[in-house]
């Protein structure tokens, strides 16, 4: 079952995302119209149009347009929504970050996931007013999901021991703080990935492609 996740991107991205997904769209009810041609469907109506989608013929060239069009999806012909455009990218950034395996599900009291302390959360960041509604199925969001907490895990702990060694934030314990604190903090804010930033980098790779 897809798992409908929200991320700020640059609305510019969204644009651009949505016009190739809707040119997708396009090509693929071309190619059925095209398809549907030798069953003279289209140009049928009424009774006879009728008997024909009652009919065991109609119901395998129907299976045959269903096979056709799932194999096209399949092998990236045809990427008719976004979770299919950015499929290939979301997969390529799994695998660079170490993310693409099987993870223990994360725990029913956890923080969202993929927030982290000192992060820009989901709704943040210079220029990310668009908002990408995507349905990721299960074998995408699980690595996604999963694989960020766990791996953020030891990072947040590191942010949470210094929040509680000098304050919510650098604001607050730059006074106190030495030097070598803050820039140990920084350095565990680095290497915090959040799942905005991994769909954001898939993005980034299907509007290259």
């Known amino acids: 079952m897809p798992h409908t996740m929200v991320v700020a991107v640059p609305p510019t991205d969204l644009e651009r995302l949505d016009a ?17 041609q030798p069953a003279d469907v289209l140009r049928l109506n009424g009774p006879e149009l009728r008997a024909v989608l009652r009919g065991a013929p109609r119901r395998a060239a129907q299976a045959r347009l269903r096979a056709g069009r799932q194999e096209r999806r399949e092998s990236g012909l045809h990427r008719p929504t976004r979770a299919l455009v950015l499929a290939p ?4 950034e799994l ?32 220029g990310l007013t668009g ?9 995408l969001w699980a690595p996604l999901t999963r694989g960020v907490y766990w791996s ?4 947040v702990q ?3 021991a210094w929040t509680d060694r000098w304050g919510p934030g650098p604001a607050a314990g730059r ?3 030495p ?31």
Do not use: I, M
Not at 20 to 36: K, M, N, Y
Not at 89 to 92: E, F, N, V
Not at 152 to 155: A, I, Q, T
């Open 175 to 177: 006074s106190a703080a």
């Open 158 to 160: 590191a942010l949470q």
């Open 179 to 209: 030097p070598e604190a803050l820039a140990k903090r920084e350095r565990a804010a680095a290497q915090a990935v959040t799942t905005g930033n991994v769909v954001r980098a898939a993005l980034e790779r299907a509007l290259k492609g």
């Open 89 to 92: 990218g979301l997969r390529a």
């Open 20 to 36: 190739f997904v809707e040119a997708q769209q396009s090509a693929e009810l071309r190619w059925q119209a095209c398809a549907e």
């Open 131 to 139: 908002r990408l509604v995507v349905a990721l199925p299960e074998p």
């Open 152 to 155: 953020n895990r030891p990072h």
């Open 95 to 126: 695998e660079q970050h170490g993310l693409l395996r099987e993870w223990e599900p994360v725990p029913a009291d956890a923080a969202t996931s993929g927030q982290t302390l000192g992060g820009t959360g989901p709704y943040a960041g210079a």
